[in-house]
């Protein structure tokens, strides 16, 4: 059984610019959530999919957005970078609400540096 | 929304002694409550959860305690070693849906050898 996986691991980017983040969910898994980490604070709900629709979005502006792929793999876009948006991105992957206690597998993160 | 607060923020322990990390929520609609072990750049990582149908809940040297009236739970950790050492996280969410789930802000255990 695979696990989650993020890529990239690293990234740098400059404020105003684009980027796009990657997650693979775990096999059997139809659901991604996406959290953003700050340093030394815990995750934040940024949105999550299900079955290719979004399904739930926290506090966070329209420029972040995401895609889930029929394969339930799913991106991250977030554009006009600030230096806030620093931080490590977790996508976690779990077996779709509504059922009983979906627990939820996160994958290592990719940690977003805006300069 | 809901609102987790964990403490302390920092804990520091000698090998073998036992540990305590406390969480308040805020949304009586929470009945999933996770706790989540993260180590130096790597994912959280499930450890022990409660529903809140259940008051304690115990996996050999781990226990967490749920009082769903004071809306308060609390992650137990015995005869603790250098291993536990890493960043513990609450979270609260509803049941059917762990992928929303609103966490504390942390506790860096720390155990001395």
């Known amino acids: 059984e695979t696990g989650v996986t993020q890529s990239p691991t690293h990234l740098i980017k400059t404020r105003g610019q684009q980027v796009t983040l990657r997650c693979s969910s775990q096999s059997g898994h139809n659901t991604v959530s996406w959290y953003q980490q700050a340093l030394g604070q815990g995750p934040q709900f940024i949105f999550q999919?299900?079955?290719?629709?979004?399904?739930g979005r926290g506090n966070f502006p329209p420029r972040f957005s995401g895609l889930q792929f029929p394969n339930y793999s799913s991106e991250l876009n977030v554009n006009a970078l600030e230096l806030d948006d620093s931080a490590l991105y977790l996508c976690a992957s779990s077996f779709g609400p509504g059922g009983s206690y979906n627990e939820q597998f996160f994958g290592p993160g990719t940690r977003l540096t805006v300069l | 929304g809901e609102n987790v607060e964990q403490h302390p923020s920092t804990l520091s322990v000698q090998e073998g002694d036992s540990a305590v990390i406390k969480c308040t929520y805020s949304d009586s609609a929470s009945n999933y409550f996770p706790w989540y072990k993260q180590e130096l750049g790597k994912g959280p990582q499930l450890i022990i959860d409660i529903r809140s149908n259940v008051g304690e809940k115990k996996d050999q040297r781990i226990a967490v305690t749920l009082n769903k009236t004071a809306k308060h739970f609390s992650l137990h950790i015995t005869e603790t070693q250098p291993e536990d050492s890493a960043v513990y996280f609450c979270a609260a969410s509803i049941r059917t849906n762990a992928g929303k789930s609103t966490f504390g802000d942390g506790t860096t255990l720390t155990v001395k050898p």
């Open positions: 999919y299900y079955r290719e629709e979004e399904n």
